[in-house]
């Protein structure tokens, strides 16, 4: 391809609204533009490599035996009511009628349309397993669009969703789909962790997600064991149990005047009491009913760990004025004593705590040597503290670090959660029907590329990996009037070209070589062949590795034969 022929209007400066890198350097390189707030048109180059991924993706897929279908992305309101999904999505779900009144949805996801499918058209277990697969535009009017194509509303996403008659069945696709994974970030040039994520609260299942460390971009906050490798979402961490604390001995509660002391701190700070021997109380709403949460005071409570352990759907922190009526005091002086009719639960750490500091229930104050069964019992205890880095390792016992990850796929064991919703049967072989067991599995298209360009990048521009980069090789010319050049110029172009590699050149005559190298490093096509000063002096062609930076001079008339070996080596390191 010749740059005068394609379209890629490179920019100096990225728009202000651009925070990350991968977002602003797709604006610089000319791959992406915005349309509106999260929805962006792709461009020549851009739209090369989100195929290329695509490609990677699809081939993954068919070797596991996934079948590919492509659904529509507008889906009636009547499947989303059946799974209760239609209110469940609330805002995010993009909905419109029709002209006769009907109502429909742009699909945020497609478990509904494909249950709706199979429901209708497996009938036997002879059927199975099945996988199906999809690489398709998913809608969701996301609360905060940003980043670009990391968080957007109009999104390519890859969906497959797995059929299966047994649990032994869904252990086996589940895996061949976790595999297929890790080949294809692999082979994406991106380095994944697959870390266990929360399933919610049917409990029991198994969920991960695949997720890149990145401190800036990165919206999934993981526990990572650098020791053993645990490595889970920060909703279903863990870290060991601690060691069963020495008895202390009872001291008398006493009631101690707190004015203007409400958090934590401050309390901690007025009466000189370290924070690890106060409770944090905190009053939540779950499926509409009150809980008082207890954790220790130098703890954060984790809403997903809460919500989980007592089965529920949806969870809000209580109002202050919820607050105020619940428990009669403000948020600042809420305490488990003397609290009736209100489910208190607690994190474990809270029965290694003795003559602790809790809120008073009274505002301006607070009770010290508090004791668990002497001044108020729990109902359920549970772990509902998130992780923090330097906690123990459940599984080895090292200390645990913190990341935050961008989170580019997820795999996910249903169940029957949506086939028994959808009343979706099969016969299986004992001649009764039975709900199909199911697995579904997700990778933003778009949100791996810009996974990828987080991952690759240097002050300059981006570094793509061979296999998702628009163009393999560019032929740099640096003067256009110099015969001499533009002859060897082109006839590498050709030579490589009829070899099946992908190769663009910059043949513009209207700018500079310091304008053709900025653009070239910015576009980050990870072969560069300079066409110029060597060639006059000496008869050779400069190669650059864009990735490393290497610059190395060849004959010019072993040029082919060498970048060939070059490239062919940058597949290999990705296919190892
Ligand atoms: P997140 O927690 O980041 O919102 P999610 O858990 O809602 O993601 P899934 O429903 O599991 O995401 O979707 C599968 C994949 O689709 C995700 O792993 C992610 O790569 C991608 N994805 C989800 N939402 C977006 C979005 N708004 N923009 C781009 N990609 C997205
Ligand atoms: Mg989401």
Request: charged share 30%; glycine share 8%; proline share 3%.
């Amino acid at each position: 391809m010749r740059l005068t022929e394609t379209f890629v209007p490179t920019l100096r400066e990225a728009p202000q609204d651009a925070e990350i890198i991968s977002h602003k350097l797709l604006l610089k390189a000319g791959m992406i533009r915005k349309v509106a707030s999260g929805i962006y048109s792709f461009l020549p180059l851009g739209l090369r490599s989100l195929e290329k991924v695509k490609k990677i993706i699809r081939g993954e897929m068919d070797k596991t035996g996934a079948l590919e279908v492509l659904f529509p992305a507008i889906l009636p309101k009547e499947i989303w009511e059946e799974t209760g999904r239609w209110d469940i999505y609330g805002n995010e779900m993009f909905k419109l009628k029709d002209r006769k009144g009907r109502e429909f949805c742009l699909g945020p996801t497609h478990e509904e349309a494909v249950v709706d499918l199979a429901r209708g058209e497996l009938r036997s277990y002879k059927e199975l397993p099945k996988t199906f697969y999809q690489i398709q535009t998913k809608y969701r009017d996301e609360l905060r669009p940003r980043f670009g194509l990391m968080r957007a509303r109009e999104f390519i996403m890859k969906d497959a969703y797995s059929f299966d008659a047994s649990m032994r069945g869904l252990d086996k696709s589940y895996e061949k789909m976790f595999n297929a994974y890790k080949r294809i970030f692999k082979r994406c040039g991106l380095t994944t962790i697959p870390i266990e994520a929360d399933s919610g609260a049917i409990g029991g299942k198994v969920s991960h997600e695949f997720v890149v460390i990145s401190e800036k971009a990165g919206e999934s906050e993981f526990v990572y064991c650098p020791k053993c490798g645990y490595a889970a979402n920060i909703e279903a961490a863990k870290s060991a149990k601690e060691k069963e604390a020495e008895k202390e001995e009872f001291k008398p509660i006493n009631k101690v005047s707190t004015p203007d002391a409400k958090t934590i701190s401050e309390v901690s700070e007025l009466l000189n009491i370290p924070k690890e021997k106060l409770v944090k109380s905190l009053l939540y709403k779950i499926d509409g009913e009150f809980v008082l949460a207890l954790v220790r005071g130098d703890d954060e409570l984790n809403e997903v760990k809460l919500k989980n352990l007592l089965n529920g759907k949806f969870i809000f922190p209580a109002t202050t004025e919820e607050v105020r009526s619940v428990i009669g005091a403000s948020v600042g002086s809420v305490g488990p004593v003397g609290v009736k009719k209100v489910k208190i639960v607690a994190d474990y750490r809270i029965k290694n705590m003795f003559n602790f500091v809790t809120g008073a229930n009274e505002d301006g104050y607070h009770f010290v040597n508090v004791n668990l069964n002497r001044d108020f019992s729990v109902d359920a205890f549970g772990d509902i503290r998130t992780v923090k880095a330097g906690d123990s390792c459940p599984k080895c016992g090292a200390k645990l670090e913190v990341y935050e990850g961008i989170e580019v796929g997820q795999t996910f064991k249903l169940g029957t959660k949506y086939s028994e919703k959808m009343n979706a049967k099969f016969l299986d072989k004992d001649g009764k029907e039975k709900y199909f067991i199911m697995g579904c599995y997700g990778i933003g298209v778009g949100r791996t590329l810009a996974a990828i360009i987080e991952e690759h990048n240097d002050n300059y521009g981006i570094k793509w990996p061979i296999s998702v980069a628009p163009f393999e090789v560019e032929v740099v010319p640096l003067n256009m009037s110099d015969k001499t050049i533009v002859d060897v110029s082109e006839k590498i172009y050709n030579d490589l070209t009829s070899s099946g590699i992908e190769v663009l050149i910059d043949d513009r005559n209207d700018v500079s070589a310091g304008v053709k190298f900025n653009d070239a490093d910015l576009i980050g096509i990870p072969v560069q062949i300079i066409v110029g000063r060597a060639l006059k002096k000496e008869g050779k062609l400069e190669i650059k590795d864009r990735d490393s930076g290497e610059k190395v001079l060849i004959e010019a008339e072993s040029t082919v034969k060498y970048v060939r070996g070059v490239i062919e080596a940058k597949y290999n390191a990705l296919d190892e």
